[in-house]
């Protein structure tokens, strides 16, 4: 798109003093994830929000965890349906790891002292280093959740006050602000198939979206100062991994699940194979995330069973060619493993009971389908043991690891084996190529950055994925097709990991424009407050107005 002159089409300019407010007056509020303070947010949140000048503020509950949730949504009205949402997630990760800086952790003032006090003492690390520098210009604001990310939130804030103070504007801005996006983002999955619900309950069309999540960035802030027109997507492919136990005596008699589990952890880490690339984006390589063996305790017994399940992300790759491609490595890491313990044992000249025996491959769903077919009470026994183990609010990957096993147990088998699946929630990617909504609002992200670039004398990015996993997945436009193969392939689907009959997906066209700063989820976690409190603000506006 070429912009002539550079024309702005917002007709409404936020305030950066209300983007500040907003930024302190919610990181004061804790909101740890899972805690009773996330619970309590939504309603501090709410009455604020009524205090403002919203047509209407309403709360939607969250199923599930310890504590009663709730998303917050607040709408601000203009002329007829067409509206944007601006969206984020309010929980955080633990402050203890700020130490005996804990108490300031909420008090950006209070925590900049602090913190540059203990950085003039040592530095430990060029990250310190850094920290130390950005703090001393008085640019850099830190906080646990201020980056991560309610600076974004208060600037799409500040955006819908402007906006309501003027109502002969065209369309509709709805704030949504979710819990829970840190650990399995039950917030934006309760939200999707609600939003449409609230939609036809308020009158609007709900045409696009603007995720407001943070971008790490440790240069000069050209890489975070970026609107991304889509997401990365997230799959946690997981591996029961069966090798023979044998005491360790007759050690030539077994084959060491944790040996098969080691060549697999090294052969697959950044695997290529696994890598997507899009342009000059590369997303992260495929890394291992957890790995236990079955042994509770010490014995002389090689253990039978290891448990592994790794981080991969995708721009398209589905989830069957996932799980094509991780047994097609799998079978070329251990077929060569396999071939060389045997010679390994025969030049030791030791006797052994047999051959070293080959290692099957089986999807999760391959072998159910088995047990199922010659245990007609398998599935039965399979669910009620899904309940059970829901229950006890086990993390999703353990849930899935105590049903693989039960399902191992069920289907009688002793071989050597790969029982491949997924361990959580999928993430899906989601981009601006679907529709006419889609590649309106494409244009529009374009045209804004360009306007506000110049208007700011900066730089404003576009990127084709974020790189962080975000509530985007559940509230753009993913492609569905492949969840049926994620949940025949997931163990805890439909017990741990409640999923809807309906649509599970909002389906809007969404983009991400959100601060920059460094170190989230870290001590050093600090926004820089320039961008977010001027820049990006009549950024979002100038996207919205765009698009209404």
């Known amino acids: 798109m070429t912009i002539s002159g550079h024309n702005s089409a917002a007709a409404f300019r936020p305030d950066p003093a209300r983007a500040e407010y907003w930024a302190r007056a919610m990181t004061a509020l804790p909101s740890v994830s899972g805690s009773a303070d996330e619970a309590a947010f939504a309603e501090k949140l709410v009455a604020l929000l009524k205090a403002g000048r919203f047509d209407a503020v309403w709360t939607m509950p969250v199923p599930g965890g310890r504590h009663a949730r709730s998303c917050v949504a607040a709408l601000a009205r203009g002329r007829g349906r067409r509206t944007v949402v601006l969206t984020g997630h309010f929980d955080t990760v633990p402050t203890e790891d700020y130490g005996d800086l804990q108490p300031l952790a909420l008090d950006p003032d209070a925590l900049a002292r602090g913190l540059s006090e203990r950085l003039a003492r040592a530095v430990h690390s060029p990250a310190e280093a850094r920290a130390r520098d950005d703090l001393a210009t008085g640019d850099y604001l830190p906080g646990r959740g201020l980056l991560d990310m309610k600076g974004g939130l208060a600037a799409g804030l500040a955006v819908i006050e402007a906006f309501a103070g003027r109502?002969?504007?065209?369309?509709?801005?709805?704030?949504?602000?979710?819990?829970?996006?840190?650990?399995?983002?039950?917030?934006?999955?309760?939200?999707?198939?609600?939003?449409?619900?609230?939609?036809?309950?308020?009158?609007?069309?709900?045409?696009?979206?603007?995720?407001?999540?943070?971008i790490a960035d440790d240069g000069d802030g050209s890489y975070g100062r970026a609107i991304a027109l889509g997401t990365i997507g997230k799959l946690l492919p997981s591996a029961l991994v069966i090798g023979r136990a044998a005491h360790?005596?007759?050690?030539?008699?077994?084959?060491?699940?944790?040996?098969?589990?080691?060549?697999?952890?090294?052969?697959?880490?950044?695997?290529?194979?696994?890598?997507?690339?899009?342009?000059?984006?590369?997303?992260?390589?495929?890394?291992?995330?957890?790995?236990?063996?079955?042994?509770?305790?010490?014995?002389?017994?090689?253990?039978?069973?290891?448990?592994?399940?790794?981080?991969?992300?995708?721009?398209?790759?589905?989830?069957?060619?996932?799980?094509?491609?991780?047994a097609g490595l799998i079978r070329a890491t251990l077929d060569p493993l396999v071939a060389r313990l045997h010679r390994q044992r025969a030049a030791t000249g030791a006797e052994a009971a047999g051959p070293v025996p080959d290692v099957d491959v089986v999807t999760?769903?391959?072998?159910?389908?088995?047990?199922?077919?010659?245990?007609?009470?398998?599935?039965?026994?399979?669910?009620?043991?899904?309940?059970?183990?829901?229950?006890?609010?086990?993390?999703?990957?353990?849930?899935?690891?105590?049903?693989?096993?039960?399902?191992?147990?069920?289907?009688?088998?002793?071989?050597?084996?790969?029982?491949?699946?997924?361990?959580?929630?999928?993430?899906?990617?989601?981009?601006?190529?679907?529709?006419?909504?889609?590649?309106?609002?494409?244009?529009?992200?374009?045209?804004?950055?360009?306007?506000?670039?110049?208007?700011?004398?900066?730089?404003?990015?576009?990127?084709?994925?974020?790189?962080?996993?975000?509530?985007?997945?559940?509230l753009g436009q993913a492609d569905e097709g492949g969840v049926p193969v994620i949940a025949a392939n997931t163990p805890a689907w439909g017990a741990g990991i409640p999923w809807p009959d309906g649509p599970a997906f909002a389906g809007i066209p969404i983009v991400n424009a959100g601060p920059w700063g460094r170190d989230y989820h870290t001590v050093l976690e600090r926004m820089h407050a320039p961008y977010a409190f001027r820049v990006l603000p009549d950024l979002i506006a100038e996207i919205c107005a765009r698009v209404l």
């Open 167 to 214: 109502p002969d504007a065209d369309g509709n801005l709805l704030f949504l602000a979710v819990p829970d996006e840190e650990v399995n983002s039950a917030g934006a999955r309760a939200a999707a198939p609600l939003l449409a619900q609230a939609a036809a309950a308020q009158g609007l069309d709900l045409v696009a979206a603007i995720n407001l999540d943070a």
């Open 248 to 326: 360790a005596g007759y050690s030539f008699d077994g084959l060491g699940a944790c040996a098969l589990a080691g060549a697999l952890a090294a052969a697959i880490e950044w695997s290529p194979d696994l890598t997507e690339r899009t342009g000059n984006e590369v997303a992260a390589g495929p890394t291992l995330l957890g790995m236990k063996d079955s042994k509770t305790a010490y014995d002389v017994t090689m253990p039978a069973r290891v448990w592994m399940y790794w981080n991969v992300m995708t721009h398209r790759r589905g989830p069957a060619e996932l799980l094509d491609t991780m």
């Open 364 to 474: 999760f769903a391959e072998l159910r389908a088995d047990v199922v077919a010659h245990l007609p009470d398998a599935a039965g026994v399979l669910a009620a043991f899904a309940r059970e183990v829901a229950a006890r609010h086990l993390d999703l990957p353990d849930q899935n690891r105590l049903i693989t096993e039960k399902l191992w147990e069920l289907s009688g088998r002793s071989n050597p084996t790969v029982v491949l699946g997924f361990a959580s929630i999928p993430y899906l990617a989601t981009s601006l190529d679907r529709d006419d909504g889609a590649r309106r609002l494409a244009d529009a992200a374009a045209a804004a950055a360009e306007v506000i670039a110049a208007r700011h004398d900066t730089t404003i990015a576009l990127q084709r994925y974020f790189r962080g996993i975000s509530d985007m997945s559940f």
